[in-house]
């Protein structure tokens, strides 16, 4: 019999009991859990005191300060328009456009000039009768006085004297008619100038220049057209200044004007109720900024005013800035100029606020900012934060300077939880960055 089926009548138990001693080792006791504590990989940036420049963007649209229509005031065939008079074009003031035809107006002003004319020689003619019946007058005075004395002598007749005085009288009469057609001829001719007035008004209205430097617009007139009074012929854009209207919620402007740790000014009380300026307005500085696929074009602009009233939908108050020549400062193919409807971002920088921490708003929970200590323990701090602006926090109070702020996303953080904190230089930069104001320069293609 081999030895393989002289094992399969050993009993089970003492089959088992030899292969433990064959092996001449007993069972390994269980080995104990690791109980070391694994750190939670975290981001850090560290709290540094900067110098905050608060910021408040809107946008808005481009449209000139002034504006033309040009409007025919004279009716009349359209005798000649400039070659420039097309769509786009930059005018200069003062530069002819279109000449309407004033033959019809040139013709009431000759009339009136005649009528004129003809009122001065009948002055003279009239003030030489009048000339003459003074006189006449004055001889027949004497000779009343003459026949009243002779009547008090008994020398003369009542009826010669009666018949003396009404000569007299009518000679009166004669003068003050006379006198009189004087009087009206001077009020005929008043009339007449002021007609005249008006015809050269006219005449003058039959050629129109540019009032002020343009952009022609549309054009919707040609040579030999009959115009009528009223007719619009062409417009025209303003070229020296041109305004933004920039849309901001009411109280967007606080962190801007109000004083470090304060609540500013809201923005409906910017402008001053008598002039509607405010000297804030110059404590403001403001960028317009237009973004396109390669660059960032950015123009320096002026607080003007605020509108006059909110819009009662978007619950916004309209900001009216000012650039001034934004066409002198264009460059063809690299820089547009500011035209018409053209949509831009506004910023707008308050004045400097010295020692400030800021964080990342999202940093910010229920009024806390998670820390890594000293011994790498996640600690929470209660902080004050004075505004929001964009991404980041500006902090009145909480934080001291180099505590190590979490910037990572942490769904469950405990306190006390051991941390792996690693900082992240490039989000320190740009935070930094964006609330000192370099963010645009840093920008690579900006331009300004």
């Keep these: ?240 200044v041109a305004e933004v209207v920039a849309q901001f919620p009411l109280g967007a402007l606080r962190s801007l004007l109000g004083k470090s740790g304060k609540t500013g000014a809201p923005l409906s009380s910017m402008g001053n109720e008598a002039s509607g300026a405010s000297d804030r307005h110059e404590s403001l500085r403001a960028t317009i900024r237009l973004a396109s696929a390669k660059q960032t074009i950015e123009w320096d602009a002026k607080v003007d005013r605020v509108t006059e009233a909110m819009n009662p939908k978007t619950r916004t108050r309209g900001i009216i800035l000012t650039i001034e020549d934004p066409y002198g400062k264009a460059t063809p193919g690299q820089r547009p100029p500011l035209v018409r409807d053209m949509a831009v971002e506004v910023v707008l920088a308050g004045k400097a606020k010295q020692n400030k921490i800021v964080v990342p708003a999202l940093a ?15 600690r929470f701090k209660p902080v004050k934060v004075a505004y929001i602006q964009g991404d980041i926090a500006v902090l009145m109070s909480g934080l001291e300077k180099d505590d190590k702020v979490i910037v990572s996303d942490m769904p469950a953080p405990v306190e006390g939880m051991l941390l792996a904190p690693r900082p992240d230089k490039k989000l320190q930069d740009r935070i930094i960055a964006a609330a000192t104001g370099k963010k645009a320069a840093r920008r690579e293609g900006a331009k300004k």
């Design 1 to 240: 019999m081999s030895i393989l089926k002289k094992l399969l009548f050993i009993p089970p138990v003492a089959l088992a009991t030899y292969v433990f001693v064959a092996s001449g080792t007993a069972p390994k006791p269980p080995q104990a859990a690791d109980k070391k504590e694994k750190p939670t990989p975290v981001k850090i940036i560290g709290a540094k005191p900067v110098t905050v420049i608060p910021t408040v963007k809107g946008f808005g649209k481009v449209k000139p300060e002034q504006s033309w229509s040009a409007v025919a005031q004279v009716a009349g065939p359209v005798i000649w328009t400039a070659d420039t008079l097309r769509n786009g074009l930059l005018i200069s003031q003062g530069t002819d456009l279109l000449k309407i035809d004033p033959r019809e107006y040139e013709l009431g002003l000759a009339q009136i000039d005649a009528q004129i004319a003809a009122l001065s020689a009948k002055d003279e003619t009239t003030k030489a009768s009048l000339a003459i019946e003074r006189r006449a007058m004055d001889l027949l005075k004497q000779d009343l006085d003459r026949k009243q004395k002779l009547f008090k002598q008994g020398t003369t007749a009542k009826a010669a004297v009666d018949g003396a005085e009404r000569a007299m009288l009518a000679a009166q009469a004669k003068v003050t008619s006379l006198a009189s057609s004087l009087k009206l001829n001077a009020a005929e001719r008043n009339i007449l100038l002021r007609q005249k007035d008006i015809a050269s008004l006219n005449l003058d209205r039959t050629h129109i220049k540019a009032p002020f430097d343009i952009r022609l617009g549309t054009v919707d007139i040609s040579q030999g057209q009959y115009v009528n009074k009223g007719q619009k012929l062409f417009s025209g854009d303003g070229i020296q």
């Design 364 to 378: 910010v929970r229920k009024g806390k900012v998670m820390i890594a200590d000293a011994q790498k323990r996640l």
